[in-house]
Nanobody, 123 residues
Framework: QVQLVESGGGLVQAGGSLRLSCVVS????????MQWYRQAQGVQRELVAT???????TYADSVKDRFTIYRDNAKKTVYLRMDSLKPEDTGVYYC?????????????????WGQGTQVTVSS
């Protein structure tokens, strides 16, 4: 049983900042990949940020240098810091993680999604 609970969304003026949180619960051995997606009305879902293991984070060109993805391993929480927000950033933001349930080398990986949190940026 794996659950993702997202929070931190809301209404903010252009140029402002928000921090989204994604708390992962369940009997998980390891979180191998963390990602944030977003989806605006009438627009295809967009990959915003990715963090894999101890690697460097990657970002969509539209948010690079403004957004930061990071994690707190002890709290099993994934964050997305959003600065210099623009109206174009408005949408529902989703956290997704890829996890394993054992330490064996051939253990399978499984993906889970949160329910999303609304971010609205006004001009």
């Amino acid at each position: 049983q794996v659950q993702l609970v997202e929070s931190g969304g809301g209404l903010v003026q252009a140029g402002g900042s928000l921090r989204l949180s994604c708390v992962v619960s369940g009997n998980i051995f390891s979180i191998n990949r963390m990602q944030w997606y977003r989806q605006a009305q009438g627009v295809q879902r967009e990959l915003v940020a990715t963090l894999i293991g101890g690697g460097r984070p990657t970002y969509a060109d539209s948010v690079k240098d403004r957004f930061t993805i990071y994690r707190d391993n002890a709290k099993k929480t994934v964050y997305l810091r959003m600065d210099s927000l623009k109206p174009e950033d408005t949408g529902v933001y989703y956290c997704t993680v890829r996890v394993t349930f054992s330490s064996t080398w051939d253990a399978g990986e499984y993906d889970y999604w949160g329910q999303g949190t609304q971010v609205t940026v006004s001009s």
